[in-house]
């Protein structure tokens, strides 16, 4: 399709929407590939940009070159449908979606609780006897057996075996559990 034009000042310049086409194509597409996820929804994009400048020709002023309008056409379109993807997004997402990914540990007042467990439990091992410590923690934060903490700090397993539960019942006592 093309435009007449007279030449004069602020009277449209003729479009040639086939030059337009075979010009631009190529280019509006890596243009709005950018903006756009899907290839498809890109592909969709350029061709409603030449739909869309075909059906508006009429109104071209001329202000600017073919090709600046119709790369504005061009990313007009696809801000509106990058809005329009993440909306239908945004729709599709059920209260049993959001459950599924929802982190049950992710509550404030659960973290706080834990912190505040975690600090009770460092500050009763920090005041317990450096010997009973130091048996509790072969133990758990080792990875030692009884009988591997009983060998490496020379002393009986029975008495290894006493120390770490008596250090597990002060904690669970301290706890409240």
Same mark, same amino acid.
């Given at each position: 399709?093309?435009?007449?034009?007279?030449?004069?000042?602020?009277?449209?310049?003729?479009?040639?929407?086939?030059?337009?086409?075979?010009?631009?194509?190529?280019?509006?597409? &890596?243009?709005?590939?950018?903006?756009?996820?899907?290839?498809?929804?890109?592909?969709?994009?350029?061709?409603?940009?030449?739909?869309?400048?075909?059906?508006?020709?009429?109104?071209?002023?001329?202000?600017?070159?073919?090709?600046?309008?119709?790369?504005?056409?061009?990313?007009?379109?696809? &801000?509106?449908?990058? &809005?329009?993807?993440?909306?239908?997004?945004?729709?599709?997402?059920?209260?049993? !979606?959001?459950?599924?990914?929802?982190?049950?540990?992710?509550?404030? !007042?659960?973290?706080?609780?834990?912190?505040?467990?975690? !600090?009770?439990?460092?500050?009763?091992?920090?005041?317990?006897?450096?010997?009973?410590?130091?048996?509790?923690?072969?133990?758990?934060?080792?990875?030692?057996?009884?009988?591997?903490?009983?060998?490496?700090?020379?002393?009986?397993?029975?008495?290894?075996?006493?120390?770490?539960?008596?250090?597990?019942?002060?904690?669970?006592?301290?706890?409240?559990?």
């Amino acid at each position: 399709m093309t435009m007449e034009s007279n030449g004069a000042a602020g009277v449209p310049q003729a479009l040639d929407m086939d030059q337009l086409f075979r010009t631009h194509h190529r280019h509006l597409l &890596r243009f709005v590939q950018r903006y756009m996820r899907n290839p498809e929804d890109a592909e969709d994009v350029v061709q409603q940009t030449f739909i869309e400048a075909l059906r508006c020709a009429d109104r071209f002023a001329g202000l600017s070159k073919p090709s600046t309008w119709l790369f504005g056409i061009a990313l007009n379109l696809a &801000r509106h449908q990058v &809005r329009r993807n993440c909306a239908q997004a945004h729709d599709t997402l059920d209260e049993a !979606a959001l459950e599924q990914v929802a982190d049950a540990h992710g509550d404030p !007042a659960v973290l706080l609780e834990w912190r505040q467990t975690a !600090a009770m439990v460092d500050a009763m091992l920090n005041a317990l006897p450096a010997r009973i410590r130091t048996t509790f923690e072969a133990v758990l934060d080792g990875g030692s057996t009884y009988e591997e903490a009983a060998s490496e700090m020379d002393i009986p397993v029975g008495t290894v075996r006493s120390r770490v539960s008596r250090v597990r019942a002060a904690v669970r006592a301290g706890c409240g559990r």
